[in-house]
């Protein structure tokens, strides 16, 4: 095929959010001499280094925030301008990805995807109205539609859901089956005994997550079951206000928090019990690797039925529930699967199997040349990702 397809990925910052990691997994995954990524992103991120060490390249222009408005289109207009070889730009940015689109079609990139991670903007009201006005012409400036789920095709493509292509948040399976040696090691080094029992969390400390909501259901754990720690790993914007949470509780002897971490499957291992109460989700990778080390989730019933790999390892509950009630539900699931790894399988979870039909999506999309031949063969595209699943 020659040189490998560019395909230039569009996010805020590669961080360790859900969007970022589902981004690395199949990075590492894919054939990187018939495809290559390469980034747009506005800030500096934890996975930058990996970047460039795998061949990407990384291109950054000012967020809104850094500049204002016509400033950040202004640079949009002139990145995709300059930068017109590209044939795939694959936009992660959820409503504000209708300003890049619009400018890589401004630019003439023949192949534009968005792709939804969620079902919600954040921000408050005037923030969101900003991303409404941002994402109202998404379908119409874009070739291709990505969702994570069904739930996040329907926020962000409303009307065009028949035309909507599905990837699934897969992980690698080797990565993170159990393993009794990572659980023993990990617990070692964390200080914590092997008969107390775990309950983990891993997200951003930010709004969506709903950590303060989790920090009352673990002060009821932990009154009924008082051998028991809380174990976060996470950062964010409201890390300050989670801590002072902590110490308003007086549960700073039982709450460890590890910050951002490179190592989640070790240290999910470690954990007896995974709780996410969130707001709102897409299909949060993070249940996948949690599922498929074992772990029994208890999550908001919101939450997509597809994030279920069919282990028997998720329960839902309502966020409107109280505290003492999601406590009881965690007192009636303790029990880890170790045998998990069959039912990632079967439900096509398995990042090299995703990785299979991405890599044919982008080959038989970036090598059209003609724009009106994209927009005939997005039905195509359809049929051939459908039969892939």
Known sequence: MGRPIRVLHVVVNMNRGGAETLIMNLYRNIDRSKIQFDFLICKEGVFDQEILDLGGKIHRIPYITDGGHFHYIKNLNQFFKTNNDYKIVHSHMDKMSGFVLKAAKKGGIPVRIAHSHSTRSEGKYLKRIYKWYSGRNIVKDSTHLIACSKPAADWLFKKKMNEVNYIKNGVDPEKFGFSLKNRIHVRKELNIPNDCLVIGHVGSFTQPKNHLFLLEIFREFNK???????????????????????????????????????????????????????????????????????????????????????????????????????????LRNKVRNIKSLEALKKSGFDIREVVKWLEVFYIQNGLKKD???????????????????
Not at 233 to 241: I, K, M, W
Request: glycine share 6%; hydrophobic share 40%.
């Open 371 to 389: 724009f009106f031949q994209i927009k005939e063969s997005r039905n195509v595209s359809n049929i051939m990702l459908h039969k892939s699943r």
């Open 224 to 330: 009924k079951n008082n051998n028991s720690v809380l174990v976060l790993v996470g950062s964010g914007q409201l890390r300050d206000l989670i801590e002072n949470k902590i110490k308003e509780l007086n549960l700073e002897d039982k709450i460890k928090i590890l910050g951002i971490r490179s190592d989640i499957h070790r240290i999910l291992q470690a954990f007896d019990v995974f709780i996410f109460p969130s707001l709102y989700e897409g299909l949060p990778v993070t249940l996948i690797e949690a599922q498929t080390t074992g772990l029994p989730c208890i999550i908001a019933d919101h939450i997509t039925k597809e994030v279920d790999i069919g282990a028997g390892l998720i329960s839902y509950i309502s966020i409107k529930n109280s505290p003492s009630e999601w406590s009881n539900v965690v």
